[in-house]
């Protein structure tokens, strides 16, 4: 059985010294600059990992919708 599986990775990170708690990296390349930016200067830093995981898809609508008729309905407001 072939499963439909979609997942992302959100990554935020800063440095506590530098920008508290505000995130000053972002994106996949995140995580390894904190690291670096602690091994240079020793400063305590973070980084917050969110994980998504979809499974399947929703199936295309396959009711047919005339757009005259769309257009009709809308114009009765």
Not at 6 to 17: E, K
């Amino acid at each position: 059985m072939t499963r439909v599986t979609w997942t992302s990775r959100d990554v935020t990170a800063g440095c506590f010294r530098c920008h508290g708690t505000d995130a000053h990296w972002t994106g996949p390349n995140a995580q390894a600059t904190a690291a670096r930016h602690h091994d240079a200067t020793n400063h305590p830093t973070w980084c917050d990992v969110a994980m998504s995981i979809r499974y399947g898809r929703e199936g295309a609508d396959t009711r047919q919708i005339d757009i005259e008729d769309a257009i009709k309905e809308a114009a009765r407001g």
